[in-house]
């Protein structure tokens, strides 16, 4: 489906309608962007983007956990939860902070479509790529205008990622839906403190609808918790493959990780939220 996915691609530079030529994205006013030998394409233009990407290390830790399946259960809720949205013929879907791939690939095996992932780090991409390769993955900004047309898509999946609520609302066709996975209180809280892991911010279902406020009604909520049993290898992917992988000493982390019992009892707490974009959520 990857033609079909790349229709619905704007050029980053002018903004016109992107088309699959070959190997490359290219558009009517000249611009091009030629697939990268792993088959990701890298729509950064100007300055790129000022946030950090993922490192090599951390999204190899990510590939390695969620390939043990720890997480499908959430992969298939988020699965489940998008499905009733790509019944139709051209349904498509946009995984933004689509990173290993692994619940993009997990949503397309429950409901085919056609798919875009996005990310900033081009680590991340290669293997999403692979996962995914019927997908348009994309090296993309989401706090910058996003590379797709408008009322583009059926889904957006946001997992664990930034939600650019203006883009999100502009890309989504009428009956649309954004579904967004964030962690509640008592997320992997066994393991946060001793692994360097960030704590689960306060408030955060409130300041998630505060963020979406104005472009998005609420609705519905689910809660999903999964209670783990995780080898050492399992905790030091779980603790590198999150935001504070970028800060964690890998030494100090070994160690740690070295004196772990064979077996550790983890609680992975999710809350997973579908809203509706207020134009339709009025109609």
Not at 66 to 86: C, F, I, K, Q, T
Not at 94 to 104: I, P, S
Not at 192 to 201: D, K, N, R, V, Y
Not at 254 to 272: H, M, N
Request: hydrophobic residues 50%; charged residues 20%.
């Amino acid at each position: 489906m990857l033609p079909d996915a790349a229709r619905l691609l704007l050029c980053p530079v002018c903004r016109s309608s992107l088309g699959l030529r070959g190997n490359r994205l290219a558009c009517p006013e000249g611009h091009s962007f030629d697939a990268a030998r792993q088959g990701y394409f890298n729509l950064l233009v100007g300055k790129g983007t000022v946030f950090e990407a993922d490192t090599a290390a951390m999204v190899a830790a990510r590939f390695d956990f969620l390939s043990n399946g720890h997480y499908r259960p959430l992969a298939d809720a988020v699965a489940e939860l998008a499905a009733p949205a790509l019944g139709g013929a051209d349904a498509a879907v946009l995984d933004a902070g689509t990173g290993t791939g692994h619940y993009l690939n997990a949503l397309l095996a429950a409901a085919p479509a056609s798919a875009i992932g996005l990310d900033i780090s081009k680590f991340a991409l290669r293997r999403a790529a692979r996962m995914n390769p019927d997908a348009v993955n994309l090296v993309s900004d989401v706090w910058q205008p996003l590379p797709v047309a408008d009322a583009a898509v059926d889904v957006v999946t946001v997992v664990f990622a930034p939600r650019n609520a203006a883009e999100f609302a502009r890309v989504l066709r009428p009956g649309g839906r954004l579904i967004v996975v964030t962690p509640r209180s008592g997320h992997l809280a066994e393991i946060a403190g001793q692994t360097g892991m960030l704590g689960i911010e306060p408030a955060k279902e409130e300041r998630l609808a505060a963020s979406l406020g104005g472009h998005f009604a609420q609705r519905s909520t689910r809660e999903l918790d999964l209670d783990l049993g995780l080898e050492p290898a399992d905790v030091g992917n779980l603790a590198l493959m999150g935001p504070a992988g970028h800060h964690l000493d890998p030494a100090a982390l070994d160690a740690i990780i070295a004196g772990l019992p064979p077996l550790t009892k983890v609680s992975a707490r999710f809350r997973i939220s579908v809203f509706e974009p207020l134009k339709q959520a009025a109609s």
